[in-house]
């Protein structure tokens, strides 16, 4: 078997490596989005889960796919199939040796692909960018970098050693050894109680949790080459490209103390410096850069108008008993002593799962006819709150639903994934949330034509096959009252994990 043909790579959307979210950062920076149909390329496209579903919500938009491996491209191609969509296609072809008629995309993106090809493909990728990026668009790459591999680099050097190769023995015996190294190597650490240990035990008890096709292709892969920030940026300007910024906004910003910032500012004059410094004192280990055209003017000096025409959906959590503070995703706490953003904060955490125009959030705080300090104050504290991972951007956003509709409608591509069994489903913001059994079985038939009854028979019937088991109190159940509780649940989690349509009339935000 060959690369990726034994145990396939997990079918991942990346929201990070989107356009909507891409292109928002260029925005930032003073790149344009595009204002007609997009065009997309995705360099090492797997089965086609990042691309698909992108395909999937923009009709007018033409979205490509390359990949080496002819059995994922096979696969991904019965996915275009299934969903009909005739805007994607998927080429089998090596990056080195792409068709030169490919033509000029306005997004290209490799995700997971840079540091697990050898040098000659990581210098084509540099190559496909110069050739096919459209004036004023943005690539996207993503890797492994230094210093923070080189830790967890550890995991791999040991698996490396005691895990027979690629040549000796199939990837499923490849896991199951590597696995069985795992569980013993975590059980002699554990009886040493060490300070030193401790990052090495968090790695192990995070293995245990990934799936196999991460632990495969990340620590079992004969390449996976870790790379400096530095280096990346020289490959990038060689190719006549200059760095834009991180997709992860918030990641250009660490949370630092002043003293510290000013001590990197005095070492480190421009951008691309001082995000070499910040991996340095931020142990980084992931990436995800983009670039642009040498030619594209960047304007680098952050302005909150830049948010005009960006969409801002909500990244934190009210802290109960806690008026106006809120919690971000990596559990810093912020209390907002400004009304005006205090408001505006409560406006978006409200609005999610879906998301507002920066305009109408502007509008609804102050009014139609606020004086412009008013809004240029909200505007700066807003933009201030992205730049701290707090407010997501996007350039456009998909019609979300904020309460269950009486026929939940979810996208197909994610219907597909739940009648196909995978582990998890991508949802409107094309993120990729894991499922149960019971979520699968009620989001397969989410089709816009079922009501809340049809969807109880549906549960009973597989309740009586056998798929769904509804436990309540750890005792089994299958009569009518707690079918419907399960389904209720499963609903209630459908809206709040963004796979529900708005119908028409909550669709207009
Ligand atoms: C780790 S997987 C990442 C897949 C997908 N982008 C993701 O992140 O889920 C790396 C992919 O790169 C593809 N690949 C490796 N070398 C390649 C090459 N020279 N040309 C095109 N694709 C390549 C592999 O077949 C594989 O699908």
Redesign the pocket.
Known sequence: MG??EDVL????S?AEAHPARIGAVGALFGVRPPTGPIRVL??????G??ILPMAELDPDGEYVG????AP?IALGRQTIDALGLGNARLVC????ALPEDLGQFDYIV????YS??PED?RR?FWHILDRHLAPGGIGYV?YNVYPGWRHRGTVRDVLTRLVPGPGAATDRERITAARDVLSVWKGALSDRASHRLAALLGELDLLAQTSDAYLL?EHL?PLNEPQWLGDVLDQATAAGLSYLGDAELSSMFPDLAEETRTWVAERAPTLEAAEQVHDLLTHRLFRRSLFVRGTVALDRHLHWRRLQGLWLFSRVTPVDETPDTWRSENGTDLTIEDPALARAVRLLVQRVPAALPFERVLDEVLGPDAPTRDRAALGRGLLQLATRGMIELRTDFPAIATSLPDRPRARAMARLQAARNEEGAVNLRHERMKLGATDKAVLAHLDGAHTRADLLTLLRERAQDGPVEVRIDGELRTDDDALEHALELVLDRMLRAAFLFADDEASTP
């Open positions: 690369a990726y790579y997990d079918d991942y990346f995705d360099i090492g496209c797997g089965l889960g990042h390359v990949d080496l491996s994922q072809a090596d990056m080195r490799s995700h997971g692909v697990w090809v493909a084509a993503s292709y892969a």
